[in-house]
Each structure stands twice: as structure tokens, then as C-alpha cells.
């Protein structure tokens, strides 16, 4: 079956650091991959997301390339902000038709220190 | 604005009791979708439903129904709460197409005690 494996948290970064969050998963074809965010008290929203190998999804400074040939879609940004304290979830969407069930990660906490 | 929301916010409840979550969206979308959040485990799939009368087990659906009788609505029905079924529940709801967006609603925080 469809699994994703997030690296283990939590991640401490002070601001302006770079910041890299592992994904890799396991999927049977061509599954679309997403990062979901969730800020404290709220439900999940989409990041980004990509949907064929070696699409980048880039969203509020945040990009992920999706790689075929190492089944990762690693979450990287350049100069990260106490704004982005939040947990991260990798997800991918099989592509055995047209609706949308998702297989997420376990999850990570990002903490930005000023 | 198209929205999603889930009733109620908070909920206590005792072993053995029938509780029922609530989850409304009007973005008219025929994808709904259940999850529970639990510390280690991120989000697991209960159930979820492509649309009217349609309806399907996720990973984690034992203790757990739903029904769909109209688009807008995806009750979840936790038969007889156990103490294991302590967690924060969210709805969410997408089109149906390829890699669509799923939105998510602010969550449920329920206790079973």
C-alpha cells in the first residue's frame, strides 16, 4: 500500500535560518505529492503541491521538487520566520482515478526562534 | 466565502455513549473525508464518501459510520465511545478530480472519559 515517511522532529531553526524537511514515500505508479501546514488551533491547509516527476511546487518561499528516481518531495526554504512555526505534513494522492484520498506523514513540528 | 465547519469544538463525553460529529461545507464538493490526529501517528483516514449515498472505510474506521444523505453534510457516528477513541478529529472536502485540494475544517477535540 501507498506509505510516506517524514524525517523525525521536532525542528528548532532560529529566523532567517535555511530550512529542510525530509520526505520520501512509497507508492505504487505516479502519485501527486503535497505539503499540507497547520498552524497551532487550526485544521490543515494546503501548502504546495506537484503532480507528475520533476514538477516543483513553490508556495509563500517554500518548494519542493518531486523526485521520481528517489521518491522524495523534500520541503526546503531559504529564510524561515517565527511566522512559520507550524507542523508540516507530507502527503501523496494516487492517481487510480479522479477523486482525491490522501496518505499523510506523521507529521513534523517546525519551532522558529527570533 | 464557501466554507467548512465542524460542531462541536470541544466535546466530553463517558465510555459507551453514542456521539455524533457534525461537519458542514458548502464549497459543494462531492469528495468528504474524515481524519482523526493523534500524537505519533499524524492524520488517519476513517471514512470518506464521493458523494450522495456513497460511502467508504478508511484505515482506521472500526467504532466509527457515517452517512451521506445530501452534499453538504458527512456526520461522523462514534457508536459506543472508548477511551482509545480520544483524539482531535477533522473533516475535509475536495473536488472530485486529480490532486485536488482538500480543505479542512478546524477540527473537533473530543474526550471520552
Known amino acids: 500500500g501507498n506509505s510516506v515517511t517524514q524525517m523525525e522532529g521536532p525542528v528548532t531553526l532560529s529566523e532567517e535560518a535555511f530550512l529542510t524537511i525530509n520526505c520520501t514515500y512509497t507508492?505504487?505508479?505516479?502519485?501527486?505529492l503535497f505539503w499540507y501546514v497547520q498552524y497551532p488551533g487550526e485544521g490543515l491547509q494546503l501548502l504546495l503541491k506537484?503532480?507528475?516527476?520533476?514538477d516543483k511546487g513553490s508556495n509563500k518561499g517554500f518548494e519542493a521538487t518531486y523526485r521520481k528516481e528517489t521518491t522524495s518531495f523534500h520541503l526546503e526554504k531559504g529564510s524561515v520566520q517565527v511566522s512559520d512555526s507550524a507542523v508540516y505534513f507530507c502527503?501523496?494522492?494516487?492517481?487510480?482515478?479522479?477523486?482525491?484520498?490522501?496518505?499523510f506523514g506523521k507529521g513534523i513540528t517546525l519551532s522558529v526562534r527570533p | 466565502d464557501a466554507e467548512i465547519t465542524q460542531s462541536p469544538r470541544h466535546k466530553i463525553t463517558e465510555t459507551g455513549r453514542q456521539v455524533t460529529l457534525a461537519c458542514h461545507q458548502t464549497?459543494?464538493?462531492?469528495?468528504m473525508f474524515w481524519y482523526r490526529q493523534d500524537l505519533g501517528h499524524g492524520l488517519r483516514l476513517i471514512h470518506y464518501?464521493?458523494?450522495?449515498?456513497?460511502?467508504n472505510k478508511g484505515e482506521v474506521s472500526d467504532g466509527y459510520s457515517v452517512s451521506r444523505s445530501n452534499t453538504e453534510d458527512l456526520p461522523l457516528t462514534l457508536e459506543s465511545a472508548a477511551s482509545s477513541q480520544t483524539s482531535v478529529y477533522f473533516c475535509?472536502?475536495?473536488?472530485?478530480?486529480?490532486?485536488?485540494?482538500?480543505?479542512f475544517g478546524p477540527g473537533t477535540r473530543l474526550t471520552v472519559t
Open positions: 475535509a472536502s475536495s473536488e472530485l478530480k486529480l490532486a485536488a485540494e482538500q480543505y
Open positions: 507508492a505504487t505508479g505516479y502519485p501527486s
Open positions: 506537484a503532480t507528475k516527476a520533476d
Open positions: 502527503a501523496l494522492s494516487d492517481r487510480t482515478g479522479a477523486n482525491s484520498k490522501l496518505t
Open positions: 464549497w459543494n464538493h462531492n469528495n
Open positions: 464518501s464521493y458523494g450522495v449515498q456513497d460511502t
